[in-house]
């Protein structure tokens, strides 16, 4: 028994080092294809007593991120984080929201869906001028609500208005 479970450490080892960012689940799938039959989670114990465990990934650092550094140009900030108005439709702004919800599909399974809110707000009362609903992150809602947002804008005699777009994530 002992002169098994050397040869399974000593299997082990060598596939830990030549592969130093498997984890135990790999490690026990090529040891399985290597021709040694051993179970996962006695791999997972002597992972965890040797201390080989895999340091480099973690969920915090393989997290997901759209960002895709600076693109296009960035305007002068004017505003200066000022988000109240004296007047009606002097300040609007806008920022595209994500909600999630879920649907149940043919099958009986609920699948998880995403909609996206892009309201344009008049910063002196809070009044939503306009808003589009969609169901991808895409420009086109956003246009389409901006054009209905200056449309009512149009009504007014004030010609100036500032407006603001949080730039985030749109393909």
């Given at each position: 028994?002992?002169?098994?479970?050397?040869?399974?450490?000593?299997?082990?080892?060598?596939?830990k080092?030549e592969?130093?960012?498997?984890g135990?689940?790999?490690?026990?799938a090529m040891?399985?294809?290597?021709?040694?039959?051993?179970?996962?989670?006695?791999?997972?114990r002597?992972v965890?007593k040797?201390?080989?465990?895999?340091?480099s990934?973690?969920?915090?650092?393989?997290?997901y991120?759209?960002y895709?550094?600076r693109?296009?140009k960035?305007?002068?900030?004017?505003?200066k984080?000022?988000?109240?108005?004296?007047k009606p439709y002097?300040?609007?702004t806008?920022?595209?929201?994500e909600?999630?919800?879920l649907?149940?599909?043919?099958?009986?399974t609920?699948?998880?869906?995403?909609?996206?809110?892009?309201?344009?707000?008049d910063?002196?009362?809070?009044?939503?001028?306009?808003?589009?609903?969609?169901?991808?992150?895409t420009?086109?809602?956003?246009l389409?609500?901006?054009?209905s947002?200056?449309?009512?804008?149009?009504k007014i005699?004030e010609?100036e208005?500032?407006?603001?777009i949080k730039?985030?994530?749109?393909?």
């Amino acid at each position: 028994m002992k002169y098994r479970n050397r040869k399974q450490n000593k299997k082990k080892n060598s596939t830990k080092n030549e592969n130093p960012n498997y984890g135990y689940r790999r490690i026990t799938a090529m040891l399985k294809k290597s021709g040694l039959i051993i179970n996962k989670k006695k791999v997972q114990r002597l992972v965890q007593k040797l201390k080989l465990q895999v340091k480099s990934y973690s969920r915090k650092s393989r997290k997901y991120s759209s960002y895709k550094g600076r693109v296009g140009k960035i305007s002068d900030n004017k505003n200066k984080k000022k988000f109240q108005s004296k007047k009606p439709y002097t300040k609007i702004t806008t920022d595209t929201t994500e909600f999630k919800y879920l649907e149940k599909d043919k099958t009986g399974t609920y699948q998880i869906k995403k909609l996206y809110l892009n309201p344009y707000l008049d910063m002196y009362n809070s009044e939503i001028l306009s808003y589009e609903i969609s169901k991808q992150p895409t420009i086109e809602p956003i246009l389409k609500a901006l054009d209905s947002a200056i449309e009512i804008t149009n009504k007014i005699k004030e010609k100036e208005y500032f407006i603001h777009i949080k730039a985030g994530h749109t393909k």
